[in-house]
């Protein structure tokens, strides 16, 4: 799975607090994605990990001119769906390969919810959130267990 829990010393890195521009860039997204989940009929209140690989089948069937504004769209509402659901925060994680926007949660645990869509748009694949939210559940579970 696309998510890490590590002890900080073992890679130098950087974890910051999101910026009030990230954070309107986080929103702005979120919000629209509850808006296309909303008008396609996919739920009928909160953006639910069923609704968004609904609405990422539908995207991907549509075609988009900047796959980042579709992997933006459906990964920031993945992101929000796990702060929301399992306490993690937002996050901008810098180490040595950059700076990129992550949710963290306990014992370091990470997801960094663009990317992992972003390689889900490159190979084309579907129906892996609502598989992916669930063991982001047992992941934390076993952390809650273990610490």
């Known amino acids: 799975m696309e998510?890490?829990?590590r002890p900080e010393r073992e890679v130098e890195e950087r974890v910051e607090p999101l910026n009030e521009a990230e954070l309107r860039w986080v929103a702005d997204n979120v919000a629209e994605a509850r808006r296309n989940v909303k008008e396609r009929g996919l739920a009928a209140a909160a953006v639910t990990a069923e609704a968004l690989d609904?609405?990422?089948?539908l995207v991907l069937a549509e075609g988009s001119d900047d796959p980042n504004v579709v992997i933006n769209l459906v990964g920031l509402a993945l992101g929000q769906l796990l702060v929301d659901r399992f306490g993690l925060a937002w996050v901008a994680l810098t180490d040595e390969y950059g700076t990129e926007i992550a949710v963290r949660g306990p014992s370091n645990f990470t997801v960094f919810p663009t990317n992992f869509v972003a390689k889900r748009y490159e190979s084309?694949?579907?129906g892996f959130i609502a598989p992916f939210v669930d063991a982001v559940a047992r992941r934390?579970?076993?952390?809650?267990t273990a610490g």
């Open 3 to 5: 998510f890490s829990s």
């Open 54 to 57: 609904e609405l990422w089948d």
């Open 124 to 126: 084309g694949e579907r």
């Open 140 to 144: 934390l579970q076993g952390l809650d």
